[in-house]
């Protein structure tokens, strides 16, 4: 590109049939007969590492078993009872770094069992089946909980108050519900409208009211909840994004990745969202990754993903980077940037990124003096989320790192008031840990509104 030219930010680079072809999805289900050979490959260990890594604690062995016994609903039960959500966690949770890294296969050097795919085969099986709904629910209580956040941290707390027969309110500021699930993820992970699949499966249990467009955005409104409701869950995620913090970050072009990501999970027809012909992406985790790839199956000729650490520092995953490298995107470490440059065509637009070269001095990153500029119609920031919600301090909920700070339960410094997912103070970021979280929250509030239960 040349920056004499006006900034190069399209849609429609590709033809339908290739974009078709380039957000199919990225880990095709396996057959029948794959599953089978996978579940054979299992050992069924007695005190199961799988299960232990899992933050939800399935019982691999067992569903796994079940699958190789040709017991597909069975097995399915297995994994929703112990993780609501197991469908989209079978989709995008990192397993080679959880269950799949303490496989006892690789101790003789071969390859993990293919956990996360079998949990998808099994769970998929039932959501396709003529009678998809496994769970009922217990006798009314009569108690009624509101959980704020319909991702997926609230839908799994919501989920196991439900069947214990607490009345649940949801109520999330999105027009859908499903939080990251439905907004976050890269399309090619969620393909076919799963989020929303797997929410209707969710709320087919009963006893669920899902209620969207509504914020907290008042103390006022969560001292309503409080007297309104016998109990409160707060799974807010996280809402704000960090800045740069350089000249020039207000310049077009210039957007957030979690913005992007979103667009393009709700574009009707993705080769009608715009896209930069050379794209830079600032950040090192999974939300970069995605916006980065995604941005080369758009049609962008370059992608730049730009860390200002080593790659063994990133948050993204091996898997995650490899990927990265395989759709084309160029990984730059040990570079910050300093400034988004002006496009010498269109002042108002970005035209590229100035980086400062980076080395760690006692335990610090330093700039070395060296700098590196790359051109860009695009820039997308993945430097990551805040919670950035000044209402929390004002209702007077205790906070630490920015975060709600909670007991292992999820109970907060407020009175029947508690939270989880990525809003919560100490956790990993992970979609299966958010769904734990919403689990043992609600046995914390069902202990409590149901003390003889």
Known sequence: MSLTQAPDVRASRLSPAQIAQNFSDA???LTPAQALVEAQRCLYCFDAPCATA???????????????????RGSARAILEANPLG????????TENLCEAVCVRTADGGPPVAIGRLQRHAVDALMAS????????????????????????????????????????VLDAKPKGGGLNEYGLAAYKTVDHFAQAELNWLLGLGGIELRTGWALQTPEQLQALRQGFDAVFLGLGLANTHTLGVPGEDLAGVEDAVDFIARLRQAPDPAALPVGRQVVVVGGGMTAV????????????????????????????RAEQD???????????????????????QSSHCGGVRFQRQALVDGRLVATGETLVLQADSVLKAIGQTLGNPVLAQCGLALRDGRIATDADGRT???????????????????VEAV????????SIHATLCPQA
């Open 27 to 29: 880990s095709p289900p």
């Open 54 to 72: 899992c933050p939800t604690h399935i019982d691999v062995p067992s569903f796994i078993r079940r699958i190789a016994d040709g017991n597909l």
């Open 87 to 94: 469908g989209m966690c079978a989709r995008v949770c990192p």
């Open 130 to 169: 003529a009678q998809p709904q496994l769970f009922t629910r217990a006798a009314p209580t009569g108690r009624r909980v509101a959980v704020v956040g319909a991702g997926p941290a609230g839908l799994a707390c919501a989920h196991t108050l439900a069947r214990q027969g607490h009345a649940v309110v």
């Open 290 to 317: 995605d916006a980065a790839v995604q941005s080369k199956l758009l049609g962008a000729h370059e992608v730049h993903l730009v860390y200002r650490r080593g790659p063994e520092h990133m948050s993204a995953s």
């Open 323 to 345: 990927w990265a490298l395989t759709h084309g995107v160029v990984i730059h470490h040990w570079l910050a940037p300093a400034a988004v440059e002006p496009h010498p065509g």
């Open 413 to 431: 410094s407020l009175e029947g008031v508690w939270a989880g997912g990525d809003c919560r103070a100490g956790g990993l970021d992970l979609t």
């Open 436 to 443: 734990q979280h919403g689990k043992l929250a609600a046995a």
